[in-house]
């Protein structure tokens, strides 16, 4: 397992804008005169990111050995199943998360006279969240390619009960994320997995 935390993220301005004009967002209705004034603002936003990382890989020799230890999860070929998104040599399974302080922020802003504003951050906490998954999907891919496999499209984990065991068996808690009510703390969470699939030509260690 390897969990890393407090890794730079740098958060791409120009992709939150476009995605805002995307929604029709009228920015005018944020509070800013002047798109550098929203730019201004965005620029702010990395000193309020935590992130941190937690990956693991399995085999299937990993797998019985963990569904013949503790880990009892991992007996259940359909928990199996699911956290792999295709059939392949091996997978790995992350958690991304960007901490408490920019949910919270948000939520300051929600309340506010200019609740757009919570939803720009909205929008630069679904960058930032993608950044971090790819920060740990170029680890994976690393190791993958040393045992010459490469990875499959990515799958995100959504849901419910299938988030519950894994956050227990990935034991997040390393990271500073849980499971409460329902939902991922904090809630700029996400989950992922990646299928390892033996490159064409190769023949793969694992």
């Given at each position: 397992m390897?969990?890393?935390?407090?890794?730079?993220?740098?958060l791409?301005?120009?992709?939150?804008?476009?995605?805002?004009?995307?929604?029709?967002?009228?920015?005018?209705?944020?509070?800013?005169?002047?798109?550098?004034?929203?730019?201004?603002?965005?620029q702010?936003?990395?000193?309020?990111?935590?992130?941190?990382?937690?990956?693991?890989?399995?085999?299937?020799?990993t797998?019985?050995?963990?569904?013949?230890?503790s880990?009892?999860?991992?007996?259940?070929?359909?928990f199996?199943n699911?956290l792999?998104?295709?059939?392949?040599?091996?997978?790995?399974?992350?958690?991304?998360?960007?901490?408490?302080?920019?949910?919270?922020?948000s939520?300051?802003?929600?309340?506010?006279?200019?609740?757009?504003r919570?939803?720009?951050?909205?929008?630069?906490?679904?960058v930032?969240?993608e950044?971090?998954?790819?920060?740990?999907?170029?680890?994976?891919?690393?190791?993958?390619?040393?045992?010459?496999?490469?990875?499959?499209?990515?799958?995100?984990i959504?849901?419910?009960?299938?988030?519950?065991?894994?956050?227990?068996?990935?034991?997040?808690?390393?990271?500073?994320?849980?499971?409460?009510?329902?939902?991922p703390?904090?809630?700029?969470?996400?989950?992922f997995?990646?299928?390892?699939l033996?490159?064409?030509?190769?023949?793969?260690?694992?």
């Amino acid at each position: 397992m390897i969990k890393i935390k407090r890794f730079k993220i740098t958060l791409r301005e120009r992709e939150i804008l476009r995605r805002a004009k995307k929604k029709k967002m009228d920015l005018a209705l944020t509070g800013f005169n002047t798109e550098g004034e929203v730019q201004t603002f965005l620029q702010s936003l990395p000193s309020l990111l935590q992130p941190a990382v937690l990956y693991d890989s399995f085999s299937p020799d990993t797998i019985q050995r963990l569904s013949e230890s503790s880990a009892r999860s991992f007996s259940d070929p359909s928990f199996v199943n699911a956290l792999s998104p295709v059939p392949g040599l091996a997978f790995s399974v992350g958690i991304a998360t960007l901490g408490n302080r920019i949910s919270e922020f948000s939520q300051s802003l929600g309340g506010s006279e200019q609740p757009l504003r919570a939803e720009l951050v909205a929008l630069a906490k679904e960058v930032a969240l993608e950044e971090a998954t790819q920060f740990a999907l170029s680890l994976i891919e690393g190791e993958a390619k040393e045992e010459k496999c490469e990875l499959s499209p990515i799958q995100n984990i959504t849901d419910p009960s299938l988030l519950q065991t894994l956050f227990v068996e990935l034991e997040t808690e390393k990271i500073g994320v849980a499971w409460k009510e329902n939902q991922p703390m904090p809630l700029a969470t996400t989950a992922f997995s990646v299928s390892w699939l033996a490159k064409r030509g190769k023949t793969a260690k694992r």
